[in-house]
């Protein structure tokens, strides 16, 4: 069958690499794509929230099945929109639809679904302009440090986590009133600190069954130590080594059944990934939040790992059979370094030539921020790619990663030198 994904980054390679290892994949399109696409794939040149030449690339090629990376046209609709179109209707769309892409879509919606049905989470309050100084009023209630998050979407940047009281309430004007985030940040949640270790936990649901990946662990942070500001994701690291078998099982008892059994119930429509940010404190895992999609730079490391052939899994969650599957996950580690480029996350140069890609041995690459142009790939985003490795220890798979990188340049390369470092 024919295939699209949607999305550029280094999930969407990803999942390019894994879908086009397929016997049952015939043409793979991604849209837009970036350079590691275009050389298993064919890249299409439209927005992932373009729906009519979304529309028009599936029926132009006969697709069959449509992947969404991003969380972007999941929040807007894109799986309504199929479903409500008579000539797309009987495609596969991977990701939930709209009601239950609020998830992601919006903290507020996320945190009363996780009370209403008991999932342990961080105690909160939202405000908007009119109750900013109830806001403040609530810090003070707090102990340091504040976690400060922005309702919408903020492209991964709308968590501030502030150790002084007044430097809280600055920002939380700044969003409430100044529009920091813009849209995204109309609406703040206020949460309690949880101080504990973080860990991701993948599951992919048909509506009615579920699966649990394999969980992971990423590095937000753009200095060595997790210090300086956040970015998209500068490393990841799968198993999470302290993610034992009774770990686990608390996740699963805790956590995962009644997230998939609260979809059902609140009616909420989900066929895809749900991805758990969770944080272990003390030896019980409490939510961060919820996307409704891969994580990135995550899925560089957990679908390495699944063993199984993606268009089957995928064809079993469109067709609500997922309990049919048996999931099967190379037991190695995997490891992924992100290079990015200098100054990232704030401002920074676009167009430096990649050299070096040639001399890579043992490990993957993921382009994420990078094109071709004139023959040359260069860069085009902050995160420009991912170098994933296998090893029997995590430390083995990091050690192999970090080589290859010493063969890799572009101008003002920057890369964490100590993912892994906390476990």
């Not at 529009?179 to 949880?194: D, M, P, Q, R, Y």
């Not at 008892?253 to 940010?277: A, C, H, M, S, W």
């Not at 049919?324 to 996350?345: C, K, N, W």
Request: aromatic share 8%.
């Amino acid at each position: 069958m024919n295939i699209l994904i949607l999305g550029s980054g280094g999930r969407e390679h990803t999942i390019a690499w894994k879908i086009a290892q397929s016997p049952k994949c015939k043409q793979l399109f991604v849209a837009p794509g970036n350079s590691g696409t275009s050389e298993i794939a064919t890249n299409v040149p439209i927005s992932v929230t373009d729906f009519e030449a979304i529309k028009e690339v599936v029926l132009k090629n006969d697709i069959k099945m449509v992947i969404v990376g991003p969380e972007d046209p999941l929040v807007l609709g894109v799986h309504d929109f199929f479903l409500a179109d008579e000539e797309l209707k009987s495609v596969t769309v991977i990701g939930p639809q709209k009601a239950a892409a609020e998830l992601e879509g919006s903290k507020e919606f996320a945190k009363e679904f996780l009370f209403r049905h008991n999932i342990p989470t961080a105690a909160y309050q939202s405000f908007d302009a009119n109750t900013v100084e109830a806001g403040c009023a609530f810090l003070e209630t707090l102990k340091a440090p504040y976690v400060l998050k922005a309702d919408g979407l903020a492209a991964g940047k709308g968590v501030l986590i502030l150790n002084d009281l007044e430097d809280a309430k600055t920002e939380l004007r700044a969003m409430l009133v100044d529009a920091k985030f813009g849209a995204a940040s109309t609406k703040v949640v206020i949460e309690e600190f949880l101080d504990g270790i973080e860990l991701s936990c993948f599951v992919l649901t048909d509506g009615k069954n579920y699966k649990i990946l394999p969980t992971a662990k990423d590095y937000k942070r753009i200095g060595e130590g997790d210090t300086g500001l956040n970015t998209g994701g500068m490393g990841a690291v799968s198993p999470v080594p302290f993610a034992d078998n009774e770990f686990m099982s608390k996740i699963k008892e805790r956590v995962v059944i009644p997230t998939i059994n609260g979809l059902q119930k609140d009616n909420l429509p989900y066929k895809g990934f749900v991805f758990i940010g969770l944080i272990k404190v003390g030896n019980d895992p409490f939510v961060i939040e919820y996307n409704v999609r891969l994580g990135d730079p995550e899925t560089e490391v957990v679908l390495p790992r699944l063993k199984n052939d993606l268009v089957d899994v995928f064809q079993a969650v469109g067709n609500q059979t997922l309990d049919q599957v048996d999931i099967a996950i190379d037991d190695r580690a995997a490891t992924t370094v992100m290079l990015v480029s200098g100054g990232y996350p704030e401002a920074y140069e676009k167009g430096k030539e990649i050299t070096g890609l040639d001399q890579v041995e043992g490990s993957l690459v993921f382009h994420a921020g990078a094109n071709v142009k004139d023959g040359k790939i260069v860069t085009s985003g902050g995160r420009v790619m991912a170098i994933t490795s296998f090893g029997k220890t995590y430390q083995e798979a990091i050690k192999k990663s970090y080589q290859n990188i010493a063969k890799l340049h572009f101008d003002k390369m920057n890369y964490r030198k100590d993912i892994g470092f906390d476990l």
